[in-house]
């Protein structure tokens, strides 16, 4: 399996991501994600990205490209779930070139719709574990315990780029670099939107009938 998840921010791409990941044994690489680990351990990378990513703009192309093929290049099967990669046509059409280089093709691209009065109430009350990095909603998919982590017991945060301001940058962003990757992905025959106002297992339930019109579920 080779999908790419595409949608804007707080469409459910990481929550899905992780599931489906557990679900088909395939490894998830969420930009996002390898991005902060970078910043946490103070890489140059993660030096460039840090006020990028603060204020809601997208990381160079050139970065973020190098930085996903060497995680694509590392996976063992060559399979993958994409979350937040590519995010620009420059992305997509750098991606296209190193597939094709290592003669891969990708399967789809599912793209989540959802309101923006959902997404902004998804990112407000997004709580994360910083410890093993499960992913919570303070209401849609609350802890047992508020506040505390589930599986670790740690104690929940909230990432720096889920305020109102960033919030804004953020969907801006979105709109002018990466929404135009719909039409991309539509003309090359590999778009399937999905309805991402819907719960956590409707939309899995739907993915698998998506898998199994592909012929992907095994
Ligand atoms: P990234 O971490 O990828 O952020 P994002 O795209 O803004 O997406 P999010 O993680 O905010 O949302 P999501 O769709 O994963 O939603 P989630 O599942 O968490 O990127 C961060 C930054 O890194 C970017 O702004 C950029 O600066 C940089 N960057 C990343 N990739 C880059 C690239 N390719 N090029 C350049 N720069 C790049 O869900 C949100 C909340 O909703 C959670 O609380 C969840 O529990 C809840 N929820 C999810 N689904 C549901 C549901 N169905 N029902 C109810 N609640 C739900």
């Given at each position: 399996m080779k999908i790419i998840l595409l949608g804007p921010p707080g469409a459910g791409k990481g929550t899905?991501?992780?599931?489906?990941?557990?679900?088909?044994?395939?490894?998830?690489l969420a930009t996002g994600d390898i991005l902060r680990g970078h910043i946490?351990?103070?890489?140059?990378?993660?030096?460039?990205?840090?006020?990028?990513?603060?204020?809601?703009?997208?990381?160079?192309?050139?970065?973020?490209?190098?930085?996903?093929?060497?995680?694509?290049?590392?996976?063992?099967k060559k399979e993958f779930i994409l979350d937040g990669f590519p995010r620009t046509i420059?992305?997509?059409?750098?991606l296209d070139v190193f597939l094709k280089k290592n003669h891969l093709r990708l399967d789809?691209?599912?793209?989540?719709?959802?309101?923006?009065?959902?997404?902004?109430d998804r990112l407000s009350g997004r709580r994360g574990c910083p410890k093993c990095g499960a992913n919570y909603h303070i209401r849609n998919i609350p802890p047992k315990k508020p506040g505390v982590c589930d599986k670790c017991?740690?104690?929940?945060?909230q990432r720096k780029d889920d305020n109102p301001e960033t919030i804004r940058n953020r969907f801006a962003t979105y709109q002018k670099e990466t929404s135009p990757l719909i039409q991309y992905y539509t003309n090359a025959n590999l778009l399937v939107s999905v309805d991402a106002n819907l719960d956590v297992p409707s939309l899995q339930k739907r993915f698998r009938t998506i898998f199994e019109e592909l012929k992907l579920a095994v």
């Open positions: 899905h991501a992780k599931v489906l990941s557990e679900t088909w044994k395939v490894p998830h946490k351990s103070g890489t140059d990378l993660g030096k460039k990205a840090k006020d990028v990513i603060e204020k809601g703009g997208l990381v160079s192309d050139d970065l973020v490209n190098a930085m996903m093929f060497e995680e694509i290049s590392r996976l063992p420059g992305q997509a059409e750098a789809a691209v599912l793209d989540f719709e959802t309101d923006e009065n959902i997404l902004i017991g740690a104690a929940l945060t």
